[in-house]
């Protein structure tokens, strides 16, 4: 089974700024790349953002669009999240997941992480 350790969160003020890791133990199978969820308290699961297998590709919530960035270090199997400009809205934890693909939405297939928490203070 994979593994997946998420790291980076934190508790930062509304404005600031936070890098989220994802490093994988192997590399797996994605149907369209590798991407990060969230989950606020109260809330269901959402999409963040979802990256390419060749990194060529990047896709975005609405609100998100603009602040956060996904990348991707292929030879570390690592996937990051820079999150800029945060707003109180964006505290969840966050997971990332590498097996991404669309269908009603974009949906996450492969196994989880244990999620990592970012709060927002305003």
């Known amino acids: 089974q994979v593994q997946l350790v998420e790291s980076g969160g934190g508790l930062v003020q509304a404005g600031g700024s936070l890098r989220l890791s994802c490093a994988a133990s192997?590399?797996?199978?994605?149907?369209?790349?590798m991407g990060w969820f969230r989950q606020a308290p109260g809330k269901e699961r959402e999409f963040v953002a979802v990256?390419?297998?060749?990194?060529?590709?990047?896709y975005y919530s609405d609100s998100v669009k603009g602040r956060f960035t996904i990348s991707k270090d292929n030879a570390k199997n690592t996937v990051y999240l820079q999150m800029n400009s945060v707003k109180p809205e964006d505290t969840a934890v966050y997971y990332c997941?590498?097996?991404?693909?669309w269908g009603l939405g974009w949906m996450a297939h492969g196994y989880w992480g244990q999620g990592t928490q970012v709060t927002v203070s305003s």
């Open positions: 997941n590498l097996d991404v693909g």
């Open positions: 990256i390419s297998k060749s990194g060529g590709s990047t």
């Open positions: 192997e590399r797996t199978f994605s149907r369209f790349g």
